[in-house]
């Protein structure tokens, strides 16, 4: 029998595509519109808040250069707190004034970013989000799959305020006793240090902006423990009710948020090629950075 070559299977990976040119035009119709620059930052639904992205605004704003006020886009799930501080920092660096324009979801961590700015332009369907930490930790219990499940400070305090409820203050035993049979005691520990740190986070964006200290620390304490869920949606009244310097964002701004929004969703569509039934490669776009490309400065 004799060796018979298979095929050659030419493979096209495949690429998303890359709409620059539409994006770019939008960017510069909204710095115009704004009176400053815009800084676009955009996380696709595999995206998130990440130390990489750090050094990509970096490269972003050393181009820009330093201005009197500069407008950011934010789009996001959410994903590092401490991100979150980093790249408030860095923006703050290059602007005397900082304003965030939030036309859609701006949760968790990007909530955060949010609050490192001097104002929020909200549109008609944009929210934020409760910043409470949730810890996935090696001690944490565990599903019914056998898979490590995240636990928060509010769900622990939930579960001592119910017991307690039911016991009555007189209770001769300790209610940590009781959830120590179920959660570890470092678990425990471990998810109120993180509160801590997302509080003293919030802290610290605030102070950006915040002479304050007891109003920066009445609105931490509020988006940390207020909110029965994490992805609780905080629109426009809510936002200003617990302090928050937030508006309405005017319609033709959103408008052009929403067109710039659509093309990096597209730019962000799922991008994966198979080479076999065991191996395939991924070139979606997960996370944008994007300013105009060149800026014309008085």
Same mark, same amino acid.
């Given at each position: 029998m004799k060796n018979e070559q298979l095929p050659v299977i030419e493979i096209k990976v495949k690429q998303p595509p890359v709409l620059f040119s539409k994006t770019q035009a939008l960017i510069g119709q909204l710095a115009e519109r704004l009176g400053g620059p815009l800084v676009a930052y955009w996380n696709g639904s595999r995206g998130s808040v990440c130390h990489s992205d750090v050094v990509a605004l970096y490269h972003v704003l050393d181009r820009l250069g330093h201005h009197e006020t500069i407008y950011l886009f934010l789009k996001s799930d959410g994903g590092s707190g401490q991100v979150a501080l980093r790249l408030v920092n860095l923006l703050r660096q290059h602007c005397d004034r900082l304003v965030a324009l939030v036309p859609l979801e701006c949760a968790s961590a990007a909530t955060m970013v949010a609050l490192g700015a001097d104002g929020i332009q909200m549109g008609p369907t944009a929210y934020l989000t409760a910043v409470d930490t949730s810890l996935n930790h090696a001690l944490s219990p565990v599903d019914r799959d056998n898979d490590r499940v995240s636990v928060s400070l509010n769900e622990l305090q939930r579960v001592i305020r119910l017991w307690r409820g039911q016991q009555g203050e007189d209770m001769p035993e300790n209610a940590y006793k009781s959830l120590f049979q179920y959660v570890h005691p470092l678990v425990i520990g471990a998810v109120d240090r993180a509160e801590s740190l997302s509080i003293m986070l919030c802290r610290e964006l605030l102070a950006y902006h915040i002479a304050d200290e007891a109003k920066a620390e009445a609105i931490s304490t509020a988006l940390n423990s207020k909110y029965p869920s994490h992805s609780y949606p905080i629109l426009l009244d809510e936002a =200003?009710? /617990?302090?928050?310097?937030a508006e309405r964002m005017p319609a033709d701004v959103n408008a052009l948020l929403l067109q710039l929004n659509a093309c990096y969703s597209e730019m962000g569509q799922k991008a994966t090629t198979d080479f076999d039934e =065991?191996?395939?490669?991924?070139?979606? /776009?997960a996370n944008i950075w994007e300013a105009q490309a060149r800026l014309e400065r008085g």
């Open positions: =200003v009710k /617990i302090g928050l310097d =065991v191996h395939a490669h991924s070139n979606e /776009i």
